[in-house]
């Protein structure tokens, strides 16, 4: 029989990617959302048809428990969140209760409701925050600079906490920034490629940004949902760190920007201070050998791939072009 997977936050990035992921490998596939006035379903529109859309909410604990007894799913993937890092600190308290409290609701309902179940919590590299040793694997102390980041180390922690406490199949997947065509406009490189791509189309002159030199290790999210899946398969539950083991820094991501499309970035790019954090995170470079060793997981798509990719995207939907 085939298998059931319930993904929370199926509309965003990671939702969309591992839900196509899913399909093709023959998974029932539900998908749940919140009850609102304007979901965005743009993400997963060409799947629609083949996934059911259910109502639930990690700030409702009945909901979610509800969602667990009606479709008993096999796997759960909790991708939901407030995980805008900005956001987090002009609604800290909104984001704690999605991001924190949320992971405890459903592992609560999976606990009283379907204990077999495997569960996939979404880890942050934003836990490690100020740094304490580079590169960041599974063993580095956390040190979070967001109340988002905070909320993740929470959400964490608690999945530990469950599957040490009740002996659930939890895992937590410790993932490095993961980009695409489809990650948000507010994130920063989805911010630049169609930022590029607007100047180069003659819709805008200038793109105003923060830190030129914050690093990340930025990797492809087709990639690192396939990570997410291979952590359910495994004999037994552990934390893995999903990264590419490069960094590059927001003025690289720049560069190579506006070079594939034959601008010169220092033409069009204005530092805005009103961009910095509070807190910020300066360097973020991942260690992926346990995930290669115990789950045979690499990346296949490097940096300067990702990034043209991006662009030819914002291109090609601003004019029109599918």
Request: aromatic share 10%; hydrophobic share 40%; charged share 25%.
């Amino acid at each position: 029989m085939a298998k059931t997977a319930l993904i929370t936050g199926i509309t965003g990035q990671d939702g969309s990617y591992l839900a196509e992921f899913l399909l093709e490998k023959g998974y029932r596939v539900i998908g749940m959302v919140r009850r609102t006035s304007t979901v965005n379903f743009d993400r997963i529109q060409h799947i629609q048809d083949h996934i059911e859309i259910v109502q639930g909410d990690l700030l409702d604990q009945s909901s979610l428990i509800d969602l667990v007894r009606t479709y008993q799913p096999d796997e759960v993937y909790n991708l939901a969140a407030q995980s805008f890092v900005p956001t987090s600190f002009s609604q800290p308290v909104l984001t704690g209760e999605f991001t924190a409290l949320g992971v405890t609701r459903i592992l609560e309902a999976i606990r009283h409701v379907k204990p077999d179940a495997r569960f996939y919590q979404a880890s942050s590299s934003e836990m490690f925050g100020k740094v304490v040793e580079v590169p960041q694997r599974e063993t580095t102390p956390f040190y979070p600079r967001s109340p988002y980041g905070v909320a993740k180390v929470y959400g964490h922690w608690i999945t530990v906490n469950y599957r040490e406490s009740y002996n659930l199949f939890a895992c937590s997947g410790i993932l490095f920034n993961h980009e695409s065509p489809r990650r948000g406009l507010e994130f920063v490189t989805r911010k630049v490629t169609h930022g590029v791509a607007r100047i180069k189309l003659g819709l805008q002159r200038e793109l105003r940004i923060g830190n030129l030199e914050a690093r990340r290790d930025w990797g492809f999210a087709g990639d690192y949902v396939r990570a997410m899946w291979l952590m359910l398969q495994q004999d037994r539950p552990d934390d893995y760190v999903i990264a590419t083991g490069t960094t590059h820094s927001v003025r690289e991501l720049c560069e190579i920007a506006f070079r594939h499309v034959g601008l010169n970035w220092e033409d069009h790019v204005v530092v805005d201070p009103r961009f910095y954090r509070p807190a910020e995170v300066d360097l973020l470079v991942g260690d992926a050998s346990k995930a290669r060793r115990m789950l045979g997981w690499q990346p296949s798509m490097d940096f300067e791939t990702l990034v043209r990719m991006m662009v030819d995207a914002d291109l090609a939907m601003l004019r029109g072009v599918e």
